[in-house]
């Protein structure tokens, strides 16, 4: 390597031509790095698994490195509340001095005393010393190895241990060396990393819950968005916990078990979410499957913690592409976004290291989940806009229907006629009427009124009505709830209705009757008319009357209403069902 670098020197001073001379420098650099960084990644232990031999009792020549171990065993066995040690081999290449002190990460069950070279370098946790018992140390922990120890070839490190609290969990012990400010910082490099992305996820969970809690349509994807990325914040926490927080080896399976169902949970719900908003129709069926595939997942693969996330995670995967291929064939917004963002995190799981492949595939589903929800507020700002016109055409429409002009025509030439005749029964017509605009005034910017208004209102529309026709118009109420809201002036319509296309019994009457009554799952209001139905050309179905009364239901209550009207033998009968909330 050094002849090459002189060469290279040689050349660079020879060269007169600045462009050569520039790219030979270039490349001396690149390939100086290239050299540097392949020094810097070669790994500190050349040995590959040192494996750690094993023995019970107590004897501190045992650390020594010179000491002969070759009777002692691979396996530990049950050591109950025993002091025993372990003693490992492995060599070290040339280390450049940019590397030390190099420190040595242990990863290992217990309470141990650290020996390198028979020189003791650290503590994890107190063994059981003169009648105390033993105090528990933590599963991964950091010691610096003094320079003058840290020579090219063989070294041994041998540990002094016991572990009461768990003595049938085997556990080979995991060693690996680096700078030993490298083993400290790189961690808390990496967990500001991820406590920026808990944090982040923490907040979009607040917001989600927040706009779920104060909104008066609450819909569930809304809460399922919300809860993933709680969960996903709970995910993050918990992995790097052991970097906040002292974790006891006894309570080492407690954070892994915690982890394993929190990424349980959100293997249901990430599929769940995708359900909801692209209308998967089997929903039902593939959620009881996955809930059945991830609780075998758990049962086989009890205490592989690692196993079971990933499998955890490849079911999650596989539902959920079925749901996307289904939406995609529905042609549903956002189809291809949410299976790029699984392609993609399935690759992720797929190629890079889990501990960090987990969280990185599970940040590029939820930000296509955001996506989604992103479109699914467009459109209901759309819908919103599109209501808010509706609403302004109704209000229009429903002043109309008692300002048109033949109408107010026949109702003053009427009220003429009952003022040059009868001033009195002349005065209580015009009362009515004058108590009916009134009404319509009251109510017509209103979304729903209480349903007595809208009897008042039926009441003074026949009264009006009866001066006008001179006919004797009953009306009668069954089992109403006074309590109840509905959309104005939609009994008043089915009422006029009635007026118009009916003619009246012998007598001179029409009776109107109006019931309501308390269905399981349905508010149910019926409205007959009995009377003589006049002939008409063309199908009431599609009357401007019967628009609004739609226009209505769909302005109040979404989709979760039907409108039925028929002619009957002596009559009309409509019937209108609410779905109750």
């Known amino acids: 390597m050094v002849k090459t670098f002189e060469r290279l020197q040689e050349l660079l001073n020879s060269h007169k031509s600045l462009e050569i001379t520039l790219y030979i420098y270039i490349m001396y650099k690149l390939l100086f790095l290239l050299t540097l960084l392949s020094i810097l990644t070669t790994p500190i232990i050349r040995t590959e698994d040192p494996i750690p031999l094993y023995k019970m009792g107590d004897?501190?020549?045992?650390?020594?490195?010179?000491y002969d171990d070759k009777d002692w065993s691979q396996t530990r066995g049950n050591t109950a509340d025993k002091i025993f040690w372990s003693r490992t081999h492995f060599e070290l290449r040339q280390v450049e001095e940019e590397l030390k002190p190099l420190g040595v990460q242990i990863q290992s069950f217990g309470s141990f005393e650290v020996y390198w070279d028979g020189i003791l370098?650290?503590?994890?946790?107190?063994?059981?010393?003169?009648?105390?018992?033993?105090?528990?140390?933590?599963?991964?922990?950091?010691?610096?190895?003094?320079?003058?120890?840290?020579?090219?070839g063989f070294h041994t490190v041998a540990l002094r241990t016991s572990q009461s609290f768990l003595p049938d969990i085997q556990r080979t012990i995991g060693f690996k060396m680096n700078s030993y400010t490298t083993l400290l910082t790189k961690p808390l490099v990496t967990m500001s990393y991820m406590n920026l992305m808990a944090g982040a996820f923490l907040i979009a969970a607040v917001y989600y819950f927040f706009l779920y809690l104060n909104s008066k349509r609450r819909q569930w994807d809304i809460l399922i968005?919300?809860?993933?990325?709680?969960?996903?914040?709970?995910?993050?926490?918990?992995?790097?916990?052991?970097?906040?927080?002292?974790?006891?080896?006894?309570?080492?399976?407690?954070?892994l078990e915690i982890i394993g169902w929190l990424t349980f949970a959100n293997a249901l719900l990430v599929p769940l979410y995708f359900i909801i908003q692209f209308n998967f129709k089997r929903g039902k069926w593939l959620m009881v499957l996955l809930v059945i595939a991830l609780l075998s997942l758990y049962i086989l693969n009890y205490k592989s913690y690692d196993l079971t996330a990933r499998l955890y995670s490849l079911a999650m995967l596989i539902a959920s592409f079925i749901v996307v291929f289904s939406g995609i064939i529905q042609k549903e917004k956002g189809g291809f976004i949410a299976l790029s963002a699984l392609i993609i995190s399935a690759l992720i799981n797929k190629f890079v290291l889990y501990d960090y492949g987990l969280f990185i595939s599970f940040t590029v589903i939820v930000l296509s989940m955001l996506y989604l929800h992103s479109i699914r507020a467009s459109v209901i700002e759309v819908e919103h806009q599109n209501a808010v016109m509706l609403s302004s055409r109704l209000q229009l429409e429903l002043l109309k229907k008692n300002i048109q002009p033949h109408f107010l025509r026949n109702t003053l030439t009427s009220m003429m006629d009952w003022v040059e005749e009868s001033p009195k029964e002349g005065s209580r017509f015009i009362q009515a009427l004058a108590k009916e605009f009134d009404i319509m005034n009251e109510i017509s910017e209103l979304a729903q009124i209480p349903i007595t208004k809208e009897l008042e209102l039926c009441r003074q529309h026949i009264s009006i009505m009866g001066f006008r026709k001179e006919i004797n118009y009953q009306w009668e109420e069954i089992g109403i709830d006074e309590k109840q809201l509905i959309p104005p002036a939609i009994i008043h319509t089915l009422l006029e209705n009635g007026i118009t296309h009916s003619e009246p019994l012998p007598?001179?009457?029409?009776?109107?009757?109006?019931?309501?009554?308390?269905?399981?799952?349905?508010?149910?209001?019926?409205?007959?008319?009995?009377?003589?139905?006049?002939?008409?050309?063309t199908s009431r179905s599609g009357g401007n009357g019967f628009k609004y009364i739609k226009a209505r239901l769909t302005e109040s209550y979404g989709h979760n209403w039907t409108f039925e009207s028929a002619p009957v033998e002596n009559g009309w009968i409509s019937t209108i069902h609410i779905l109750r909330p």
């Open 507 to 537: 007598g001179n009457t029409v009776k109107f009757v109006l019931s309501y009554s308390l269905k399981e799952k349905t508010h149910q209001y019926t409205f007959e008319t009995f009377a003589k139905n006049r002939k008409v050309l």
């Open 59 to 66: 004897n501190i020549t045992w650390a020594s490195k010179d």
């Open 121 to 152: 370098i650290g503590r994890n946790g107190q063994l059981p010393q003169n009648g105390k018992p033993e105090i528990p140390g933590t599963e991964s922990s950091y010691y610096r190895v003094p320079d003058q120890l840290t020579t090219p």
């Open 225 to 255: 968005f919300a809860s993933i990325c709680f969960l996903f914040f709970a995910l993050l926490i918990m992995e790097y916990l052991k970097f906040h927080v002292f974790i006891p080896y006894p309570d080492f399976y407690i954070r």
